[in-house]
Protein backbone atom coordinates (compact mmCIF):
# COMPACT_ATOMS: atom_id res chain seq x y z
CA UNK A 1 0.00 0.00 0.00
CA UNK A 2 2.48 2.65 0.89
CA UNK A 3 4.48 2.00 -2.65
CA UNK A 4 1.22 2.24 -4.12
CA UNK A 5 0.96 5.94 -2.48
CA UNK A 6 4.31 6.59 -3.60
CA UNK A 7 3.18 5.48 -7.40
CA UNK A 8 0.28 7.87 -7.09
CA UNK A 9 2.62 10.58 -5.63
CA UNK A 10 4.87 10.18 -8.62
CA UNK A 11 2.30 9.97 -11.23
CA UNK A 12 0.70 13.12 -9.84
CA UNK A 13 4.05 15.28 -9.82
CA UNK A 14 4.58 14.17 -13.55
CA UNK A 15 1.38 14.94 -14.76
CA UNK A 16 1.27 18.61 -13.22
CA UNK A 17 4.09 19.23 -14.98
CA UNK A 18 2.56 18.78 -18.33
CA UNK A 19 1.05 21.44 -20.35
CA UNK A 20 -2.04 18.69 -21.25
CA UNK A 21 -3.28 17.97 -17.60
CA UNK A 22 -4.21 19.32 -14.54
CA UNK A 23 -3.72 17.36 -11.37
CA UNK A 24 -6.32 17.83 -7.95
CA UNK A 25 -5.69 16.43 -5.24
CA UNK A 26 -7.71 15.99 -2.18
CA UNK A 27 -7.83 18.53 0.21
CA UNK A 28 -6.09 17.21 3.61
CA UNK A 29 -6.52 19.81 6.23
CA UNK A 30 -3.65 21.39 7.65
CA UNK A 31 -3.01 20.35 11.39
CA UNK A 32 -2.82 22.68 13.95
CA UNK A 33 0.57 24.70 14.06
CA UNK A 34 2.74 26.92 16.49
CA UNK A 35 3.35 30.39 14.90
CA UNK A 36 6.71 31.50 15.48
CA UNK A 37 7.47 33.87 18.15
CA UNK A 38 8.51 37.28 17.60
CA UNK A 39 6.59 37.34 14.51
CA UNK A 40 4.18 40.52 13.80
CA UNK A 41 0.87 37.97 13.26
CA UNK A 42 -2.30 38.51 13.90
CA UNK A 43 -5.18 35.71 14.03
CA UNK A 44 -8.59 35.45 12.14
CA UNK A 45 -11.57 33.15 12.43
CA UNK A 46 -12.74 31.15 8.89
CA UNK A 47 -16.52 30.76 9.44
CA UNK A 48 -19.18 28.75 7.84
CA UNK A 49 -23.04 27.63 8.77
CA UNK A 50 -25.04 25.11 7.28
CA UNK A 51 -28.50 26.08 8.09
CA UNK A 52 -32.41 25.25 7.37
CA UNK A 53 -32.65 27.65 4.81
CA UNK A 54 -32.10 30.72 3.18
CA UNK A 55 -33.96 33.59 5.79
CA UNK A 56 -31.80 34.48 8.39
CA UNK A 57 -34.98 35.94 10.03
CA UNK A 58 -36.22 32.74 10.58
CA UNK A 59 -34.50 29.65 9.49
CA UNK A 60 -32.01 28.00 11.84
CA UNK A 61 -28.44 26.61 12.16
CA UNK A 62 -27.76 23.49 11.92
CA UNK A 63 -23.87 23.22 12.04
CA UNK A 64 -21.30 25.61 13.07
CA UNK A 65 -17.67 25.42 11.54
CA UNK A 66 -14.57 27.78 12.44
CA UNK A 67 -10.71 27.45 11.41
CA UNK A 68 -8.36 29.92 13.16
CA UNK A 69 -5.14 30.73 12.02
CA UNK A 70 -2.33 33.07 12.02
CA UNK A 71 -1.01 35.57 9.24
CA UNK A 72 1.21 38.64 8.79
CA UNK A 73 0.28 41.74 7.69
CA UNK A 74 1.29 41.10 3.72
CA UNK A 75 -1.15 38.41 4.24
CA UNK A 76 0.54 35.37 4.65
CA UNK A 77 -0.75 32.36 6.15
CA UNK A 78 1.69 31.37 9.23
CA UNK A 79 0.04 28.92 11.52
CA UNK A 80 -3.00 27.28 11.46
CA UNK A 81 -5.09 26.92 15.42
CA UNK A 82 -7.66 25.25 16.15
CA UNK A 83 -10.99 23.95 14.76
CA UNK A 84 -14.77 24.68 16.19
CA UNK A 85 -17.46 21.86 14.72
CA UNK A 86 -20.84 21.83 16.23
CA UNK A 87 -24.45 20.26 15.46
CA UNK A 88 -27.51 22.49 16.61
CA UNK A 89 -31.14 20.64 16.69
CA UNK A 90 -33.91 22.97 15.36
CA UNK A 91 -37.01 23.69 16.16
CA UNK A 92 -38.43 22.15 12.96
CA UNK A 93 -37.60 19.14 10.70
CA UNK A 94 -34.08 19.74 8.56
CA UNK A 95 -36.02 19.47 4.99
CA UNK A 96 -35.10 16.38 2.38
CA UNK A 97 -33.88 19.39 0.27
CA UNK A 98 -30.87 20.77 3.09
CA UNK A 99 -30.48 17.08 3.81
CA UNK A 100 -30.01 16.31 0.45
CA UNK A 101 -27.67 19.72 0.02
CA UNK A 102 -25.44 19.14 3.36
CA UNK A 103 -25.74 15.42 4.28
CA UNK A 104 -27.30 16.36 7.60
CA UNK A 105 -30.11 14.58 9.14
CA UNK A 106 -32.38 15.05 12.27
CA UNK A 107 -30.64 11.99 13.93
CA UNK A 108 -27.47 13.43 13.69
CA UNK A 109 -28.47 17.05 15.31
CA UNK A 110 -30.94 15.24 17.55
CA UNK A 111 -30.20 16.45 21.31
CA UNK A 112 -27.25 19.27 20.30
CA UNK A 113 -26.77 22.41 21.45
CA UNK A 114 -23.77 24.79 20.23
CA UNK A 115 -22.67 26.41 23.58
CA UNK A 116 -22.43 29.85 23.20
CA UNK A 117 -19.44 30.45 25.55
CA UNK A 118 -17.48 28.62 24.06
CA UNK A 119 -18.30 30.16 20.34
CA UNK A 120 -17.02 33.48 22.38
CA UNK A 121 -13.83 32.10 23.87
CA UNK A 122 -12.86 30.50 20.62
CA UNK A 123 -13.43 34.13 18.56
CA UNK A 124 -12.14 36.19 21.80
CA UNK A 125 -8.54 36.77 19.80
CA UNK A 126 -9.90 37.52 16.25
CA UNK A 127 -8.86 40.19 14.18
CA UNK A 128 -10.94 39.44 11.32
CA UNK A 129 -13.77 37.11 10.75
CA UNK A 130 -13.95 35.90 7.29
CA UNK A 131 -16.60 33.78 5.35
CA UNK A 132 -17.75 33.27 1.46
CA UNK A 133 -20.38 34.92 1.59
CA UNK A 134 -20.33 36.15 4.50
CA UNK A 135 -23.93 38.57 4.16
CA UNK A 136 -25.47 35.07 4.33
CA UNK A 137 -23.56 33.50 7.47
CA UNK A 138 -23.32 37.10 9.28
CA UNK A 139 -26.56 37.31 9.75
CA UNK A 140 -26.73 34.23 10.97
CA UNK A 141 -23.86 33.99 13.08
CA UNK A 142 -25.39 37.80 14.65
CA UNK A 143 -28.95 36.39 15.57
CA UNK A 144 -26.99 33.89 16.99
CA UNK A 145 -24.24 35.28 19.30
CA UNK A 146 -23.33 38.97 19.59
CA UNK A 147 -19.74 38.64 20.06
CA UNK A 148 -19.56 38.39 16.49
CA UNK A 149 -21.37 42.05 15.97
CA UNK A 150 -18.25 43.28 17.41
CA UNK A 151 -15.89 41.69 14.97
CA UNK A 152 -14.49 42.98 11.51
CA UNK A 153 -15.74 40.78 8.46
CA UNK A 154 -14.52 40.11 5.23
CA UNK A 155 -16.27 38.09 2.30
CA UNK A 156 -13.89 36.27 0.43
CA UNK A 157 -16.30 35.61 -1.94
CA UNK A 158 -17.52 39.18 -2.87
CA UNK A 159 -14.24 41.10 -1.89
CA UNK A 160 -11.53 39.39 -4.58
CA UNK A 161 -12.25 40.16 -7.77
CA UNK A 162 -11.75 36.17 -8.46
CA UNK A 163 -12.37 36.23 -12.63
CA UNK A 164 -9.55 39.03 -13.01
CA UNK A 165 -7.36 36.60 -11.48
CA UNK A 166 -7.78 33.71 -13.81
CA UNK A 167 -10.66 32.07 -11.58
CA UNK A 168 -13.65 30.74 -13.42
CA UNK A 169 -16.08 32.22 -10.71
CA UNK A 170 -16.13 33.25 -7.35
CA UNK A 171 -17.99 29.79 -6.21
CA UNK A 172 -15.99 28.18 -3.52
CA UNK A 173 -15.29 24.71 -4.96
CA UNK A 174 -14.12 26.70 -8.30
CA UNK A 175 -11.67 28.77 -6.54
CA UNK A 176 -10.59 25.11 -4.97
CA UNK A 177 -10.01 23.46 -8.07
CA UNK A 178 -8.24 26.64 -9.23
CA UNK A 179 -5.71 26.12 -6.12
CA UNK A 180 -5.16 22.24 -6.95
CA UNK A 181 -7.60 20.06 -4.39
CA UNK A 182 -11.30 18.68 -4.33
CA UNK A 183 -12.77 18.92 -1.31
CA UNK A 184 -16.13 17.37 0.75
CA UNK A 185 -18.43 20.37 -0.05
CA UNK A 186 -20.86 21.70 2.17
CA UNK A 187 -19.88 20.50 5.89
CA UNK A 188 -19.53 23.97 7.32
CA UNK A 189 -15.87 22.70 8.68
CA UNK A 190 -14.81 21.46 5.73
CA UNK A 191 -15.45 24.76 3.73
CA UNK A 192 -13.39 26.54 6.36
CA UNK A 193 -10.46 24.06 5.41
CA UNK A 194 -11.24 24.35 2.13
CA UNK A 195 -11.36 28.76 1.90
CA UNK A 196 -7.86 28.48 4.47
CA UNK A 197 -6.43 26.75 0.92
CA UNK A 198 -7.68 29.28 -1.42
CA UNK A 199 -6.71 32.30 0.97
CA UNK A 200 -3.09 30.76 1.14
CA UNK A 201 -3.15 30.46 -2.63
CA UNK A 202 -0.24 32.79 -4.40
CA UNK A 203 -1.96 34.18 -7.04
CA UNK A 204 0.18 34.22 -10.08
CA UNK A 205 -0.46 38.13 -11.31
CA UNK A 206 0.54 39.27 -7.87
CA UNK A 207 2.78 36.64 -6.33
CA UNK A 208 0.96 37.22 -3.16
CA UNK A 209 -1.48 35.19 -1.28
CA UNK A 210 -5.15 35.88 -2.13
CA UNK A 211 -6.10 36.66 1.78
CA UNK A 212 -3.58 39.94 0.75
CA UNK A 213 -6.47 41.35 -1.76
CA UNK A 214 -8.62 40.85 1.22
CA UNK A 215 -7.34 42.45 3.95
CA UNK A 216 -5.59 45.23 1.73
CA UNK A 217 -9.09 45.98 -0.54
CA UNK A 218 -9.45 49.38 -2.08
Known amino acids: MFQDTISLAAMADALSHSPDYRVLR ?6 PSATSLGLDVRTAVLLDTETTGLDARKDEIIELGMVK ?5 DGRIVGVGNTFSAFNE ?11 LTGITDEMVGGHR ?11 DAAIVIAHNSSFDRKFAERYWTVFEQNPWGCSATEIDWRK ?18 HAAHRAVDDCHAL ?19 LYRP
Open 114 to 124: IDGAAVNAFVD
Open 26 to 31: RLVPRL
Open 69 to 73: FDYLP
Open 196 to 214: LEVLAFELPNTGAPALALL
Open 165 to 182: HGFAGAQLGYLLNGAGYF
Open 90 to 100: PTVPISAEITA
